[in-house]
């Protein structure tokens, strides 16, 4: 993407500068302006790419590749009505019949606008997926009641409540399945097209590739994550399968080896720049190997997994946005894909009682929850909103007012540190609708939570 685009992005999200050198190369450096929920103001419009591709912008981007025998699309958009409106543009710029739809993995933000090129499908388009699309399809929609509560706690004004919502992007299967290691080439129209499927990606093992090798063009989905650079979401807290940090460097590996002159995620901008793309992609395989290496080094030492994540912290030449993925989280998700939940730290944790099943007897032992919330407050008072908050929750099973106003203390005092410190997007939406729950708890008992 070029300066002048760029530009339209600042001046379509109302952003009050963007760190672009002067010859519209990015730093390497933590230099994201963008959050995940700024998605959500991102029109449907098209501009071109090149001569024959088009951006068709949204929540979830598609791409229209035009050729002499016909198109290409890449994903399909999210499934609102803006999947709509991108399908009536694609169908005034495309210059023949859609050939192929190549899906980049499963996630209703790609695959949501499936279901409007049914009848294409069923007349012969084919439907290019991962082999894995089926098996990460089933993975969001059988528990779909289930994380529907959690997703609407971080995406308040996007998750529909409608029980009969067509989901069908989950149900449809490939027509044309890539496996790992079996890359998918065709040409179209003179134009050489390669599908890869790496074994995992940074939001899936369902994730695919499209090469361009004339073009030197590669469409990546959601490889890197949501921002670019980023540190990969390798666990995304709203809930979903781990992924692979040494599936992630193979799939950064086999980028470096392309070594493609644009890259075109899904979301955000097109990225230009042989240089710069090597340059971001080998800091992004770098500080998930350190991670990775780091976290290994940890457990044969004897730490604690609570000791790493607070312990491991990206060098300043690997730095890198945690605005979507965090290494403290991906140092648990590293763990926990190794060996699994058990930790060892107590065999209670192989049985069914929670530790929240001796909290009223804590709260009695204490004289009461306010004995803890003055506790609490104390930790507070030495800058340990964590342990308060521990404190807090032990309280939580005798609410009182006293419970409440230091819960939000300490809410209010995680969640200044959080937008001031990595202002990572899930971080931020949890902590702000705990304190927005607290705020209604104390408002129903005295109707002032400033008081
Ligand atoms: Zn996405």
């Known amino acids: 993407m070029g300066v002048f685009a760029a530009w339209v992005y600042v ?38 790419i090149n001569d024959f591709i088009y951006k068709i912008e949204g929540q979830g ?27 009536k ?12 739809i190549i899906v980049t993995h499963a996630h209703q ?33 059988e528990p779909v009641a289930f994380l529907k509560k959690r997703f609407k706690i971080l995406y308040p004004n996007i998750v529909v409540d409608d029980p009969a919502q067509d989901r069908s992007y989950w149900e449809m299967r490939p027509t044309r399945e890539v496996y790992v290691g079996q ?66 460097v193979d799939a950064m590996n086999l980028v470096l080896e392309l070594s493609p002159e644009i890259l075109v995620p899904t979301h955000f901008h097109v990225i230009r720049g042989k240089d710069y793309i090597r340059s971001s992609v080998t800091v992004m ?23 790493l994540m607070e312990e491991i912290q990206l060098p300043p030449e690997l730095e890198l946005s945690q605005g979507h993925g965090k290494v403290s989280w991906s140092v648990r998700a590293a763990w926990e894909l190794l060996v699994g939940w058990y930790n060892y730290e107590s065999v209670a944790n192989l049985y069914h009682v929670p530790p929240s099943a001796v909290y009223p007897d804590l709260v009695e032992l204490a004289g009461g929850a306010d004995a803890l919330a003055d506790r609490a407050r104390q930790h507070l008072q030495r800058g340990e ?62 109707g002032d939570p400033d008081g």
């Open 11 to 48: 001046l379509s999200m109302g952003l009050a500068s963007l760190a672009f050198a002067e010859d519209g190369v990015r730093e390497v450096a933590p230099d994201v302006v963008e959050r995940v929920d700024d998605l959500q103001k991102l029109p449907v419009e098209a501009s071109p």
């Open 61 to 87: 981007a598609v791409f229209l590749i035009n050729t002499d025998e016909g198109a290409v699309l890449v994903d399909t958009g999210f499934d609102n009505e803006q999947s709509v409106l991108q399908k």
């Open 89 to 100: 543009i694609i169908d005034e710029l495309r210059t023949g019949p859609v050939r192929k």
């Open 109 to 141: 933000d790609h695959s949501g606008g499936l279901r409007h090129w049914l009848e294409e499908i069923e007349g012969g388009t084919e439907f290019v997926g991962h082999q894995r699309y089926g098996y990460m399809s089933r993975h969001y929609l």
């Open 183 to 248: 890359d998918y080439a065709f040409t179209l129209g003179g134009v050489d097209f390669r599908v890869i499927a790496p074994n995992n990606t940074g939001e899936g093992e369902d994730g695919l590739l499209l090469w361009l090798p004339e073009q030197k063009i590669l469409f990546v989905g959601d490889l890197f994550g949501t921002l670019y650079p980023m540190f990969p979401n390798l666990y995304t807290v709203r809930g979903e399968k781990y992924r692979d940090p040494l599936d992630y």
């Open 285 to 307: 395989r770098d500080a998930v190997q350190y991670m990775w290496d780091e976290t290994i080094r940890g457990m044969n030492e004897g730490k604690t997994v609570w000791q």
């Open 385 to 446: 909103a964590l342990e308060a908050l521990r404190l807090l929750d032990i309280a939580a099973v005798a609410e009182s007012e006293a419970v409440l106003r230091t819960r939000l203390a300490a809410l209010e005092i995680l969640l200044r540190e959080a937008r001031e410190g990595l202002n990572n997007y899930s971080e931020v939406g949890f902590l702000r609708a705990d304190l927005e729950a607290t705020r209604a708890k104390l408002q129903e008992g005295s």
